[in-house]
Nanobody, 120 residues
Framework: QVQPVESGGGLVQAGGSLSLSCAFAGLPFSGVNKAWYRQAPGKERESIATVRWNGESTYYADSVKGRFTISVDNGKNTLYLQLNNLKPEGAAVYYC?????????????WGQGTRVSVSS
């Protein structure tokens, strides 16, 4: 099965920045709103940022609003997430997929994700 391919994670000090990418070529994401999710140890996966399929509007969870920025380049089949002013609670595995409440057929199998670690 084709899966999204997330990259860009790593270890960063609190207050630092990272840039994540998600390649979604070959997935049925045309015209689909997309999102970044994260799953911290012992917690459920949660949606943190959503972008309209054409990039014209975005939505952020309160926990990341003002610090994270989601964007999409459909020509490159790539979704991005800029993480600024990272906090220790931002340590998690980050994934991309169709946005919450999308048609179930729009969702791809979950990829491996990219791990973000934050040192305090």
């Amino acid at each position: 099965q084709v899966q999204p391919v997330e990259s860009g994670g790593g270890l960063v000090q609190a207050g630092g920045s990272l840039s994540l990418s998600c390649a979604f070529a070959g997935l049925p994401f045309s015209g689909v709103n997309k999102a970044w999710y994260r799953q911290a140890p012992g917690k459920e996966r949660e949606s943190i940022a959503t972008v309209r399929w054409n990039g014209e509007s975005t939505y952020y969870a309160d926990s990341v609003k003002g610090r994270f920025t989601i964007s999409v380049d459909n020509g490159k089949n790539t979704l991005y997430l800029q993480l600024n002013n990272l906090k220790p609670e931002g340590a998690a595995v980050y994934y991309c997929n169709a946005a919450p409440y999308s048609d179930p057929t729009s969702f791809a199998s979950w990829g491996q994700g990219t791990r973000v670690s934050v040192s305090s």
